[in-house]
Structures are given as C-alpha cells and as structure tokens.
C-alpha cells in the first residue's frame, strides 16, 4: 500500500501510545514476567517470548504467559490463575519498571519539536496507571505531555476508541485535527473507531505481525525524521 507523505495540515493535538512506541519496556515487562512465572513453578519464558505478548494490558501478558507456562490455549487459562498471576506480576514490575527500558531513536526529539510547535502532547497506554507517570518521568519524559491515560483509567482499553475519545473531550479537539501514533493494531483500530488519522512505527509490539498490514495513514521508523518532513516546520 503507498502512505501519504505529510500531513493536510499539522495535528493540534497527538497522542501516544507508550510501549513499543515511545520505549522499549519489554526488557522490564520479561524480568517481571520471567519473575512471575518461576515462583509459580514455571520455566522462564525470555525477553523474545515477552515481546509477542504485550500491547493488550497486563492481564492479557499473563494470561498468555501463564498459557506459555502450562502448555494451553491462552483462553484455557483459568481466571483465578491469571488473577493471581497478575498480582504476582504487578509485585515484581514495580520493583523492574523502567530499570532497562529505553526510549526509541528519534522520540525525545519528535517531543520537543512538536512541544516548539505548540501542539498539545498525551500518551493512551494499555499499561496499568500505577506505573504510567513514574516511567514519564525516569525516562525523561514527562514534562512533555498535558495529560495520559492508562489501561485501567476508563473502563475499557484500546482497541476501544473511548480512550481516545476521552482525550479528544478534554482537549476540545475534533478528530480530524489529532493524530495517534502507535505501533499495533490496538492503536490502529482504535484511531480507526474515533475518526482520527494514524501513524505507525515499525518498530513495535504488533504480535509477530506487520504493523503497515493494519493500513494505518502514515509508516515510519523514525518519529523526528518523519514528523520533521511531514510537518515541515508548519506551526501547530
């Protein structure tokens, strides 16, 4: 498929997705799962078993953890199980969160350019709250964005469009003047759902699967490089 190269006109108001868009979180996401599963009695799973498990919130990572561990369908896991697993999971990812995590090239310049362009900046993570405003901030991050919102904060998560929706409300944007920027089909189709254009980057958590299959508006796999040409300094 071809990808439009600029924008119609610069996005008054953006939002982020977290993991595997602005950080790579899955060395910390796999220590807290590796952490979890051997003190239930399973094998450790790895850094690359993690990275095809995360983008759909914490619960869903253990669920498909622990179906890694038992040898099931992740469906067959039982609830009470993933419960338990999730709390042991939340225990071991507060100690682990944003220990080796890092950002992704180009994304502390892509924030401070659109910062100097005025656009107003949010992340919309499937990540738990808790662990959302200290990973801003030991990355360096913070000072960027009006307002985020975690997996946990409404009562639905992407691919639902009503975190973005939310966000669009409280900013007072319509959604052809935003943008979401995101690396899975969560993202996508969420964007898809509440009316907003959407880039992806290539570089992210998307199950194992091409992220450019999920017909998103724009590609890239530098945020700075990308915006920089398709902004071309355009003021927000």
């Not at 992704?104 to 993570?125: F, H, I, K, R």
């Not at 009503?162 to 969560?186: F, I, K, R």
Request: overall charge negative; hydrophobic content about 40%.
């Amino acid at each position: 498929m071809e990808f439009r190269s600029r924008f119609p006109h610069p996005p008054r108001l953006v939002m982020y997705d977290l993991d595997g868009t602005l950080v790579d979180s899955v060395p910390d996401l796999a220590a807290a799962v590796d952490a979890t599963l051997l003190e239930l009695g399973f094998a450790s799973a790895g850094e690359q078993a993690a990275r095809g498990w995360v983008g759909n919130g914490a619960e869903m990572l253990m669920r498909r953890a622990l179906a890694h561990g038992q040898g099931v369908a992740a469906e067959s896991v039982a609830q009470r199980d993933v419960g338990h697993g999730l709390q042991r999971f939340l225990h071991h990812y507060a100690r682990s969160s944003g220990e080796h995590s890092r950002l992704y090239p180009g994304v502390a310049e892509a924030l401070q350019l659109l910062q100097q362009q005025g656009c107003v900046q949010t992340v919309v993570t499937n990540k738990p709250a808790q662990f959302v405003p200290d990973l801003l901030a030991d990355l360096g991050i913070d000072g960027y964005f009006e307002r985020w919102l975690g997996g946990d904060s409404l009562p639905v998560k992407k691919p639902d469009p009503a975190p973005l929706n939310h966000l669009l409300q409280l900013c007072g944007v319509e959604p052809q003047d935003a943008l979401m920027v995101g690396d899975s089909v969560n993202d996508i189709g969420a964007a898809r759902a509440a009316g907003v254009p959407v880039l992806a980057v290539t570089y992210g958590y998307n199950h194992g699967r091409p992220v450019e299959q999920e017909r998103p508006d724009w590609l890239t796999d530098n945020l700075n490089e990308f915006l920089s040409a398709a902004l071309q300094a355009e003021p927000c």
